[in-house]
């Protein structure tokens, strides 16, 4: 079973920063890999999809990167703004199935 | 456009008392759909997911069950709540996960 682990567990960073975020995997048999936001109470919003041929994908201010072979991937925030704060959470898919991590709680302080 | 809905946002249920949530799709035909359970400060389990009308796997042995009646409706059901199935549900699909998950906007379930 795929295991995935995210960390930092929690981030607390001054508007403005640059951050990373990591997520590792056990099984790196994947097919495509997920990055979602979480506000609290609300559910998850995609960010980017990255599959298994690429090596990062961009949208905005974020940036994610896949190296399958490793089982690791990275989300880069650049310009960090207080609206970026929610939970992060990456997910590989090893076929029908998205795992996930228990995510990075991020905070951006005015 | 694709788009998932899921209902009610919020439930208060006695213990004891029969479930049913249901989650349909629409804007895609025999999508991959997904129940996922949220506890209060844990990570996303997967509960049940199907790949077409009445095919079902259970990840995990519980008080729940679900059942897909049509090509895009999910829904999730108990006969007896438990406390310990409080928590923040979330309905998902994709298509055979091409193109990655895409979540409802979940229900709350307080057991009481």
């Known amino acids: 079973k795929q295991e995935v682990t995210q960390i930092p567990a929690a981030l607390s960073v001054p508007e403005g920063e640059n951050l990373v975020l990591n997520c590792s995997f056990t099984d790196s048999a994947i097919y495509n890999l997920q990055w979602f936001r979480q506000d609290p109470g609300k559910g998850l919003t995609s960010l980017l999809l990255i599959q298994s041929s690429q090596r990062e994908q961009t949208s905005g201010r974020l940036n994610a990167s896949l190296d399958k072979s490793s089982g690791r991937s990275t989300l880069y925030i650049a310009a960090s703004q207080p609206g970026d704060s929610a939970t992060y959470l990456c997910a590989p898919n090893t076929g029908n199935q998205f795992y996930f991590g228990t995510g990075t709680s991020l905070t951006v302080i005015p | 456009s694709q788009t998932i809905h899921q209902w009610p946002a919020t439930l208060v249920q006695p213990v004891g008392s029969p479930l049913s949530l249901e989650c349909t799709v629409e804007g895609t035909s025999n999508p991959n759909l997904y129940w996922y359970r949220q506890a209060a400060g844990r990570g996303l389990q997967l509960l049940f997911y199907s790949v077409g009308i009445g095919q079902i796997s259970s990840e995990v042995p519980q008080n729940l069950s679900a059942s897909r009646p049509q090509d895009r409706q999910f829904i999730l059901s108990s006969k007896k709540l438990l406390l310990s199935d409080s928590g923040f549900y979330l309905c998902?699909?994709?298509?055979?996960?091409?193109?990655?998950?895409?979540f409802g906007s979940g229900t709350r379930l307080t057991v009481v």
């Open positions: 998902a699909w994709s298509d055979v996960g091409i193109y990655g998950y895409t």
